[in-house]
């Protein structure tokens, strides 16, 4: 059901489940469904949920971005991507990072591919905190994940005048 030979699924048939399911429980909801995180990665890379004609599926990292302790920390995962492989640049409130993840085995075969493979690149929003041009951003690369830190300058204590 909704799958062709050799397991690959019947993207017809999806968009036209989804359309079915949108009319029973409203557009809203599986645009809700469709935004979380790990949803648009699987979309995007896995072979069940290509388009018609689509090109090869972009590489996007997951990220986690954490606040503690006077930073911000920018996790990005890029397993088997060698640290020259990746270019970091930040603009406007913005981080970019852009590279290439290249195979393991060029040339093989693949029988099952859930790893990502191909160029990227991603740009995410920084929160207000890291916009200031004040703040030191450094990085590091350890095991697949690019650590970001990003400094945040603590804004001054001022004094409010009580009327």
Known sequence: MGTKAGGEM??????????????????????????????????????????????????LPMVDMLQADGEIVVLIDLPGVAKEQVELSAAAGVLYVKG???????????????????EFERAIRLPEAANDPAARITASYYEGVLVVRIAVPEAPRRSIRIE
């Open 10 to 59: 019947d993207n017809e048939k999806i968009g036209k489940w989804l359309e079915i399911a949108k009319q029973f429980a409203g557009g809203e909801f599986w645009s809700d469904i469709f935004e979380q995180p790990g949803v648009k990665q699987m979309m995007g890379t896995s072979s069940s949920f290509k388009g018609a004609g689509a090109a090869k599926p972009a590489l």
């Open 100 to 118: 290439t993840a290249r195979p393991l085995f060029p040339g093989a075969e693949p029988l099952l591919k859930e790893r990502l493979s191909g």
